[in-house]
Each structure stands twice: as C-alpha cells, then as structure tokens.
C-alpha cells in the first residue's frame, strides 16, 4: 500500500469506530443489585468455579470496587446510585429522618432527584423490582415493584393492578417481618429462598412481556443474611455454608435474569455497600449523654421500633399523613404495635431536643446539633476532636474518622447531619439508647456494612473503582443518553477500543 494513504485510511478507521462507538448505545441496560455483595465471599467462590455467571461477565467487561456513601446505609447507597447523586442533593440519610421534634420513617416521597429511570423513560419503558426506598410505588414509563420497607396491604406496585398478579404467583416483598429471630433459623432462611425465587420469577416475567430499555432488579436478603449469619462463617456449625449458599444461588439468578435480558443488553452488577465482621457497636447517645451533650425526657418507647428510633406515636402520625394508617394496621398487629401504650424503654424520640445540644441518629454515625448548642462552630471542633479521638477500650484502637457535611456531599444539604462518622474498622455506630457502656460487643449481628461495594459491568475491560454516583451516568451513557447536569458521578463505560 501507498505509505502516503495508509495513516489516511487508519485515521478513517479510527473516525468510523468513534462515530459508531458514540451514536449506538446498548437496546438495553440491566442492573442487579445485591445488597450488601463484597469482593472477599465472592472471589473465594469465584476462584473454585462457583460464580460462574458472575465471572463470565468480569470476563466480557470491567470490575472492581464501588465506594459507597456516609453513612454506609442501604437507603442512602440505593438512592444515591439510582440518582448519580450525594445524599447532599438527594435527601436521604438513613431509614428515618427529623421531622420538628420527631423523628418519621424516609419513603421514596422524600427522595428529591429524578432517578435515572425517570430519564430511561422518557425514551422507552423501564422494569424497576425492588430497589431499596422506593415504597410508596411512584409512577414509571412501565413497571415498578416497591422495595425495602415496602407494606403488603398499603399497594407496593405501579401500576396497582401488578399486585394482584404478583400475588396470585407467590410473591414476597420483605417487610419488618422479616427480621430474623434468634431460634428461628430454619424458617428465616427458607423464607430467604423463597422470597429470591419468587422475586427472579417476577423480574423474568416483566422483562419478557414489556419492551424495556432499562431494567433494575435487586435482591435485599443477603445484607440481612450477612448481618445475622456472618459469625458462622467457615466454622464448624450447621451454618458455616448458608452465606456461600446464598451467593452461589444469587449467581444463578443473575444467569437466569442476564439470559432473559437477550442480546445487545449491557449488563451491571452492583452491591449498595460491602459486608465484613462486627465486633462492637458504639453507642453514640449514650457517649454523648455520658461526656453531658444529651439529655433525655420522661417519655418512653420500647422495641424494635425504639431501637431504629420511632416510637409508636410518630409511625401512626407519619403513615396517616400518607395515606397509609388503615392499610397496614395488620402489619401493626404483628409487631405488638398498640400506639398509645405505656412504652418502658427510651427511644430516640425521647430525647429532650430543648436542654440536649448535639444527639446521634439511629445508625450510620450521625450527629446531629440541636437549637440549643450555642457556638456551633466550637461545638463542632469539640465534638471533632473527641470523637476522632475515642478508642476502643480493648485495644486502644482509634475508632473514627470523621467528617462535616461539605467534605462529603454536594447540593443543598438539607436536613444532613453535622458530622457524619465513618467506621474504621469492625466497628459499626448505633444510636439505641438504654445502654450502659459506649463501647460494646453487638448482641446479634455480627457482620456489618463496608465502605467498599462491589461492581461488575458486561463490556469495558479491566479492574478500576468506581463511586456510587457513576453508576446512574454509567447507564444513560450505556443507551446513548446524555447525563444530566445534577448528576455527581461520570460514566465508567469506557470504549472498547480504550483497551
Ligand atoms: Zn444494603
């Protein structure tokens, strides 16, 4: 060939792969979620052939570690990644917020960006199945099946008529009842797979009869398993396996789901949050109540409830301002809910907001300063400064790294904590009041959430780490949609000629 026309025609090659790179996104993206997934179960299992829908995908494309939000909360890592936002612009912080002087339960009406199927809708229909803080159902361009916390009787799906076809097949959605009960493994675990399998034949059922573009799928019992099951790991016991199991069958659901999904689809699989050993939980009111921050009122509450925080007064109060009261009152009736009884424990409602300068929210180490806590500013060094500084009383180790607002979100940041605290190690921080030492071990769960999640996507090549915000502009980039401004992350598709 002519030296002259060669790098000429190299350079039309080259234009030719770009345009067609660019102009033709994927008919279809398909997101798994796996709460709660981590890289070390995984890859053991993947190494002695386990995982083999998994791996054939990190074969085809890219991997790695996916750095999930503060606080490392199911409803603020799922809101984030379907909203390519920081809780910052989002609003989600945790399970519940302040509401005044109480605390309510976060729904998907709190939630406030458009999540990227709002965008993949405005283009063709969307199937989204139980994704984390999206109960009540808001309406989608096709099909939504409302995720954790939904409510059976209350109208979990969009459009409502979805429901009663899912019923009539079997389905499970996970509720409070669902919690796991020490003495009760047996029955935890086979509602476990139960609920799985009924959740993968919903998802293929949807996925064949509607014209999709985008397709989001998430299954909640690993984080669940994880928390209660983590101390058997490896041992000796009747449980040393049940975790192994449980991703060995999540596998399979991936290889039913992605061969469902057909051809020209890019596929992603997504963890919220990694999971490692729990040894302590650190009670943060307590602390603070000890070193003279926080004080508590009369008032009691008991139970589950208490110890996320709600006391029974204000789960009423929340739910009838949706709408929800006269729906759910059986749900209430399994939980020896009986709103108005004499409460012994003290739950986060209980704290005086008038006298108490700073208190900590329910989960995730957040602090919070109230009206009363004078110099903010000082407050905040102070508090800074001796949080960074508290020790595990066994070993000395430091316990937290913390931060304020601004060093980690984005947006207008309202309603976020003070200080958000990060875990350094097998450490996980809780707000329950009523006990005596700061630092102790946990009474049942013995895994926890990790900053480190996990990711794998069907095409690109190579190991690299992402954040929780790339992934909803990972998937507009995959259809060929253009990102939106609002949106923190970038996409980590890369072409495939970047090799
Ligand atoms: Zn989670």
Same mark, same amino acid.
């Given at each position: 060939m002519n030296s002259s026309i060669k790098p000429f025609l190299l350079l039309l090659v080259f234009l030719w792969m770009i345009i067609m790179g660019g102009a033709t996104g994927a008919d279809h993206v398909l997101v798994i979620g796996l709460d709660g997934a981590d890289w070390d179960v995984i890859q053991p299992l993947m190494e002695e052939g386990e995982m083999p829908n998994l791996q054939k995908l990190m074969e085809e494309g890219q991997h790695g570690n996916l750095t999930t939000t503060l606080p490392v909360e199911s409803p603020v890592a799922w809101t984030s990644m379907s909203t390519g936002t920081t809780p910052g612009k989002h609003g989600i912080y945790g399970f519940i917020e302040r509401d005044g002087n109480t605390f309510v339960p976060t729904t998907s009406e709190d939630v406030e960006q458009n999540r990227v199927w709002d965008y993949a809708g405005e283009e063709g229909e969307v199937v989204v199945v139980n994704v984390p803080q999206t109960f009540p159902p808001q309406e989608v361009n096709g099909s939504l099946i409302s995720g954790y916390l939904s409510i059976e009787d209350a109208g979990y799906t969009y459009p409502e008529e979805l429901q009663e076809e899912l019923e009539r097949d079997g389905y499970r959605i996970e509720t409070l009842s669902d919690e796991f009960e020490e003495g009760k493994e047996e029955e935890f675990l086979e509602r476990l797979n139960v609920t799985v399998e009924k959740r993968t034949e919903a998802a293929e059922m949807l996925l064949e009869r509607e014209d999709w573009r985008l397709g989001w799928v998430v299954y909640t019992g690993l984080?669940?398993?994880?928390?209660? /099951?983590?101390?058997?790991?490896? *041992?000796?016991?009747?449980?040393?396996? &049940?975790?192994?199991?449980?991703? +060995?069958?999540?596998?399979?659901? &991936?290889? =039913?789901? @992605?061969?469902?999904?057909?051809?020209?689809?890019?596929?992603m699989v997504v963890s919220d949050h990694g999971f490692g050993p729990l040894e302590k939980n650190v009670y943060l009111n307590t602390w603070l109540k000890k070193?003279?921050?926080?004080?508590?009122?009369?008032? !009691?509450?008991?139970?589950? #409830?208490?110890?996320?925080g709600l006391t029974q007064q204000n789960v009423v109060d929340s739910l009838s301002g949706l709408g929800l009261l006269e729906p759910v009152k059986g749900f209430f009736d399994f939980l020896g809910f009986n709103p108005g009884a004499d409460l012994p424990e003290p739950g986060l409602s209980d704290i005086d907001l008038e006298t108490s300068r700073a208190y900590a929210g329910n989960y995730g180490g957040k602090i919070y300063l109230t009206g009363?806590?004078?110099?903010?500013? =000082?407050?905040?060094?102070?508090?800074?400064?001796?949080? =960074?500084? #508290?020790?595990?009383?066994?070993? *000395?180790? !430091?316990? /937290? =790294? &913390?931060?304020?607002?601004?060093?980690?979100?984005?947006?207008?940041?309202?309603?976020?904590?003070? #200080? @958000?605290?990060?875990?350094?190690?097998?450490?996980?921080?809780?707000? /329950?009041?009523?006990?005596?030492? @700061?630092? !102790?071990?946990?009474?049942?769960?013995?895994g926890t959430h990790r900053r480190d999640g996990m990711y794998i996507l069907s095409s690109g090549a190579g190991d690299s780490d992402a954040d929780i915000t790339d992934i909803s502009p990972t998937i507009l980039k995959a259809l060929g949609q253009p990102v939106p401004d609002e949106m923190d992350g970038?996409?980590? #598709? +890369?072409?495939?000629?970047d090799r």
């Open positions: 984080d669940r398993l994880q928390h209660y /099951f983590w101390k058997y790991q490896g *041992g000796e016991s009747d449980y040393a396996e &049940v975790i192994d199991d449980h991703y +060995r069958k999540l596998d399979r659901q &991936v290889g =039913e789901l @992605v061969e469902q999904a057909g051809d020209n689809t890019t596929v070193e003279g921050y926080l004080q508590l009122e009369g008032e !009691k509450a008991s139970g589950f #409830l208490a110890d996320i009363n806590a004078g110099d903010r500013e =000082e407050l905040l060094k102070e508090l800074e400064a001796e949080l =960074e500084s #508290l020790e595990d009383p066994d070993t *000395g180790r !430091k316990i /937290f =790294e &913390v931060y304020r607002p601004e060093e980690i979100y984005t947006g207008d940041m309202e309603g976020a904590p003070d #200080l @958000v605290l990060e875990s350094r190690g097998p450490y996980r921080a809780v707000g /329950f009041l009523g006990h005596q030492s @700061v630092v !102790k071990q946990p009474p049942e769960k013995t970038v996409s980590i #598709l +890369r072409h495939p000629t």
